[in-house]
């Protein structure tokens, strides 16, 4: 396993596998501070692809002024030890000017499907997204990019980028991984006291209670809201920031729900930490349900 710091060299290492070696590369990207979820990632990287690469890049631009960017968990060497078991063949691990170069100036924006959910919370996080995810796939030219499905409306932005810039890499998406209490895996949770990461499973429950009320028959997105609401106020330590009931596509607002998939995502604060999650309706299931036993 190689550690990578420089774009250039990253550049023609993927160059190399593309033209000489004719691999498929696989490109996990991260913000360090692995846990499981990201491991569920590299798993499927390796089983798919002939070569692959994680890179661990904490992003300034996709962080607003009030945001946890400089207090966000960084560690290399635990991330590097994380890796080792997984074969994975590079880290590719850049300082802020080699991906942001003096005078960097070009920003990618995925015009409405940034503006609502997370990016009405977080103005300009998809922004940030969005160009740090483009200027990654032109370095490494993935054939594939494993993301996450905790960040539902992240993977919702990089699908239609790739799909409107013709990038030439396959978007892969694998469930979110849970503590056995349904608390979705997060780096962020390390910021969580104990109180508080029990009381934070109470997302997963009123998301799960939201599927019940549509399995049952509910198809009123304002009710389906308003049981999940409910359920997370009801937890003192919980501070809810927004429920939504939207198109799992265009993120499109719904007040009823018909036959296609919808997506039912939740922000709350426990203490200081904020945390996402969401939980997709109508959708055939894979089985998969990612809990950690
Ligand atoms: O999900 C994340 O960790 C980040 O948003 C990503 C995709 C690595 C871009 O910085």
Known sequence: MEIINRRQRMNSVSRKVRRELD??????????????????????ARRMCDIVIVSVFVNPAQFGPQEDFTRYPRDLTKDTMALSDYSVDYIFAPPVEEMYPK?????????????????????????????????????????????????????IVVRRLVRDLACDTEIVVLPTVREESGLALSSRNAYLDKDERRAASVIYRAL???????????????????????QIEAEPRARLEYVGVNDAETLDKLERLDD??????????????????NIILNRVRSG?????A
Request: aromatic share 8%; no cysteine.
């Open 23 to 44: 691999q498929t590369m696989g490109l996990v990207p991260t913000m360090g501070a692995l846990h499981e979820g990201h491991l569920s990632l590299v798993r499927e």
């Open 103 to 155: 005078n960097f100036s070009t920003y990618v924006t995925v015009e409405g499907l940034s503006e609502q959910l997370e990016g009405a919370a977080r103005p300009g996080h998809f922004r940030g997204v969005a160009t740090v995810l483009t200027v990654l796939f032109n370095i490494v030219r993935p054939d594939f990019a494993f993301f996450g499905q905790k960040d539902a409306q992240q993977t």
């Open 208 to 230: 799960e209670h939201a599927e019940a009320a549509f399995l049952s028959g509910e198809r009123n997105a304002k009710k389906i809201a308003e049981a999940v609401r409910v």
């Open 260 to 277: 296609r998939p919808a997506i039912v995502s939740v922000a709350a604060y426990f203490g200081k930490t904020r945390l996402i999650d």
């Open 288 to 292: 998969a349900t990612g809990r950690l």
